[in-house]
């Protein structure tokens, strides 16, 4: 997240994300005890009934149809927020119709009247990307699970367990999930390997259509992200270190669905950069097709690189290591 530009270098990003769970949770399941908890401030009120709807959900959603693919580390980090979109839309939407049927109206305003009074300095306080990944599953995951439930009520989203989303793109867009539109499988080389010098991968893993998204808005605001962020077919990033206390790089490889939507996100992510404090730009090709664009900063380097549709964005401690990087992609 510090690489692209998504939170400051000196967020405590644990403390951040404790925070947010301490201020928002009012009650949580877990598969493994198979209970769940709800958070008591005092008598239990129409909210906390609300609260003990949704929980109760989970339950029975573990029981019917299982959870694991919550905490499954085979699957990609696309593809387990896509499955819990689909779980806490299941679980918000049931809340909601049961609040609508048992609870008495002028409990409902109170209870909604409560809530809107609820401390929310840390979701308030935290970067864009932290607020709009913490609330995908409940707000995104409610429109995809209401647009199953209105095509073929409940067995339409019982179904959905046994064919679960694959992507973000898939919830963003339920249209997709009903076509089958699959994302497309994105692979990196051994770079870490590629490269010698003690450097390791940390980690490598998927952004998805709402990663993607998410990081262009963070520069060039939520409409032109959305647009752009719209023809994403697959992507695979890994962040690799140099030893065990050095300088990180990140690559991340994204494919498109045509030309023309890798034509938009191509042309928005130079915008992108051009946003970005600090940056400045290097031309190195003059006449032609540009095909890589390349922005410095004193200890920083970010290459963008286009073949087709596919874009490749390296990010480094300088030129010299990107280069490395390019080479060690170029290997068989």
Not at 51 to 80: M, N, P
Not at 165 to 176: D, K
Not at 270 to 276: F, I, P
């Amino acid at each position: 997240m510090n690489l692209l530009g998504l939170i400051e270098p000196d967020l405590d990003l644990e403390k951040a994300l404790t925070n947010l769970d301490i201020e928002q949770v009012a009650g949580f399941y877990i598969p493994a005890e198979k209970a769940f908890y709800v958070v008591e401030k005092g008598e239990q009120t129409a909210l906390d009934q609300i609260v003990i709807a949704h929980e109760y959900t989970h339950a029975l959603q573990d029981q019917h149809f299982g959870l694991a693919k919550l905490s499954d580390r085979s699957l990609d980090a696309d593809r387990r927020r896509a499955f819990d979109a689909l779980v806490e839309g299941d679980a918000t939407l049931a809340m909601s119709l049961y609040a609508g049927k048992y609870i008495p109206v002028i409990d409902l305003f109170q209870s909604i009247y409560t809530a809107s009074g609820v401390k929310k300095e840390a979701l308030s306080d935290s970067p864009a990307f932290l607020q709009e990944m913490y609330l995908f599953p409940y707000e995104q995951g409610l429109k995809f699970v209401h647009a199953l439930y209105e095509s073929g009520g409940w067995a339409a989203v019982n179904t959905a367990y046994a064919t679960p989303p694959q992507s973000t793109e898939q919830i963003l867009h339920p249209e997709r999930y009903r076509q089958k539109d699959e994302p497309q499988i994105v692979s990196l080389p051994d770079l870490a390997a590629g490269l010698g010098g003690g450097w390791r991968k940390m980690e490598s893993d998927v952004l998805g259509e709402l990663g993607l998204r998410l990081a262009l808005a963070k520069h060039v605001g939520p409409a032109a992200a959305m647009q752009a962020a719209e023809g994403w077919g697959g992507d695979r990033y890994v962040l690799l270190q140099q030893g065990t206390d050095g300088p990180y790089a990140l690559v991340m490889r994204t494919s498109w669905d045509d030309r023309n939507e890798a034509d938009e996100f191509w042309t928005l992510y130079q915008t992108c950069m051009a946003h970005r404090v600090g940056y400045i730009e290097e031309v190195s090709e003059l006449v032609g097709e540009v095909r890589s664009h390349w922005w410095l900063t004193e200890n920083s380097c970010v290459l963008a690189k286009r073949e087709g549709s596919t874009i490749t964005i390296v990010v480094a401690k300088n030129k010299e290591t990107v280069n490395q990087i390019l080479k060690a992609l170029a290997s068989p």
